[in-house]
């Protein structure tokens, strides 16, 4: 049986599709060799904060393999945070207010899927409700030990007028 040179060029075609097509199930096996904490593009300074976070936590806690994760916007943040997809995220005080001014919705949205785990100056590390209390535990006991030792940037700034409420866990693990 002679094949023709259209369905050799045709073969040839779709081989370079299927052999160059991502695998599709590696984002979820990356997701779980590592702990990824976002921030948005849209957010001022937080992605050099969640860099600078992230060697901290290489330091403190090296078996998470922290890594850094932009997303677009306010919205993909919430969507990544509400579907579990990325459970930690980095947001500045004044990207929360802007939000619940410009977005009340979405705002409203990620106000019921998260809570704050650590405050910083002018930053807050926030988290969805599915996170492992134990991974709670891990962080807020790293970050406080590492801003005891020899990273101010990083010390705990309790605050009052907190849009996001506490864990529970960081009432008992810094009893403020």
Known sequence: MKISYKIKLFIIAISFFIIGHAPWGQHEVYRQMHMLVMCSKKDEGAFEFTKNLIVILDEYLPEAKARAARTRDAERLTDLLSTNQIPLAIVSNNFLVNLQRED?????????????????????????????????????????????????????????????????????????
Do not use: G, R, W
């Open 104 to 176: 009340s919705n979405l705002f409203k949205d990620l106000f019921e899927h998260s809570k704050t785990l650590y405050t910083f100056k002018d930053m807050l590390l926030i988290t969805n409700h599915h996170f492992p209390e134990q991974h709670v535990i891990a962080i807020v006991d790293s970050l406080y030990k590492a801003s005891k030792e020899k990273h101010a940037s990083v010390t705990f700034v309790k605050k009052t007028n907190l849009k996001i409420n506490y864990d529970e866990v960081v009432f008992k693990k810094l009893k403020f």
